[in-house]
């Protein structure tokens, strides 16, 4: 086996947890390279704190707002297909519970 893989044989994938890109050898089964990802506040000088705290603050007031609309819209969603299942079965009688007795 060679020790470095060609080109057409590696997968490159990003690692969800630290963003990092993956080298992988899927022959070998191992990553064969690694490159990391750059942090997203490096670089930032303390004058520029304030403006970074209020992106971010902005960027989460925005995805929370975004999960109270979905939330909204599956709630209404919910309920609009409760009632109509309870239209469907309003005229069905209403089973009869299984016993144990009934098992044997």
């Given at each position: 086996?060679?020790?470095?893989?060609?080109?057409?044989?590696?997968?490159?994938?990003?690692?969800?947890?630290?963003?990092?890109?993956?080298?992988?050898?899927?022959?070998?089964?191992?990553?064969?390279?690694?490159?990391?990802?750059?942090?997203?506040?490096?670089?930032?000088?303390?004058?520029?704190?304030?403006?970074?705290?209020?992106?971010?603050?902005?960027?989460?007031?925005?995805?929370?707002?975004?999960?109270?609309?979905?939330?909204?819209?599956?709630?209404?969603?919910?309920?609009?297909?409760?009632?109509?299942?309870?239209?469907?079965t309003?005229?069905?009688?209403a089973?009869?519970?299984?016993?144990?007795?009934?098992?044997?």
């Amino acid at each position: 086996m060679p020790d470095h893989p060609e080109k057409g044989n590696v997968l490159f994938v990003t690692c969800p947890c630290c963003e990092a890109r993956l080298t992988i050898d899927p022959v070998q089964g191992a990553v064969v390279g690694s490159e990391k990802a750059g942090h997203a506040r490096a670089g930032v000088d303390l004058k520029d704190a304030q403006r970074v705290l209020e992106q971010e603050t902005a960027r989460i007031h925005e995805r929370y707002d975004q999960i109270v609309q979905a939330e909204k819209g599956r709630g209404a969603a919910l309920d609009k297909l409760f009632k109509s299942h309870m239209e469907k079965t309003k005229d069905e009688p209403a089973p009869r519970p299984l016993r144990d007795i009934d098992l044997d």
